[in-house]
């Protein structure tokens, strides 16, 4: 479904948002190869980030609310990718957590993840490669800065580097290497179990 590939964008901030709007569905839509789909690659992200989270504060992560968060849980739950644990804090409250399947799935996802960004870059020199990630970031800057989130996202804006899965031997390349610049993955102390979302 090509809903406006046909559209020809009249300025180049028209342009700016064509090429969102063609790229967005397809990079949220579960692709052959992955084992997880997107909102659970983000809830899985949150928690490798995080570590173990009291639900509460997982949706607040999350920007959804308790009840959504509660019902992904459940259904992660069932996949064996998150777990509770009494929280050390509250005996009457608990927290999530991924297990080793959780942690597993959510590296092979980015994985994938970043084979698919570095296969749609295949032909691109090294310096088109390195212009196109300062252009992105200082645009995910501005558009961070005009934006209002909470400010339990301040997670997301630097956790990547910090727990980014090591690229397959197939994604070792360059542009892989600008993606996970840390190497190896963060330790696996107190991570949490994968929660698919709606976001």
Not at 157 to 182: I, N
Request: net charge negative; proline share 5%.
């Amino acid at each position: 479904m090509q809903v406006n590939d046909a559209y020809s964008p009249q300025t180049p901030i028209e342009g700016v948002m064509h090429a969102f709007t063609r790229i967005g569905r397809r990079l949220k839509a579960k692709q052959p190869g992955d084992t997880i789909d997107h909102s659970a690659h983000i809830v899985l992200f949150a928690l490798r980030c995080n570590g173990a989270l009291r639900l509460s504060d997982l949706a607040g992560r999350l920007e959804l609310d308790a009840s959504t968060t509660s019902r992904h849980v459940r259904s992660l739950e069932q996949l064996g990718l998150v777990r509770r644990s009494p929280d050390p804090d509250d005996g009457r409250a608990f927290r999530v957590e991924l297990t080793d399947e959780g942690i597993e799935q959510w590296e092979a996802s980015a994985r994938h993840r970043m084979e698919l960004l570095s296969a749609a870059m295949e032909g691109w020199s090294d310096e088109d490669v390195q212009t196109f990630e300062r252009l992105m970031t200082r645009f995910a800057d501005g558009v961070a800065a005009r934006t209002e989130a909470p400010s339990s996202a301040a997670w997301a804006e630097k956790g990547w580097a910090a727990v980014a899965p090591r690229p397959s031997s197939r994604a070792e390349r360059s542009t892989d290497q600008d993606f996970a610049a840390s190497g190896d993955p963060a330790p696996r102390e107190n991570t949490d179990k994968n929660l698919e979302s709606t976001k």
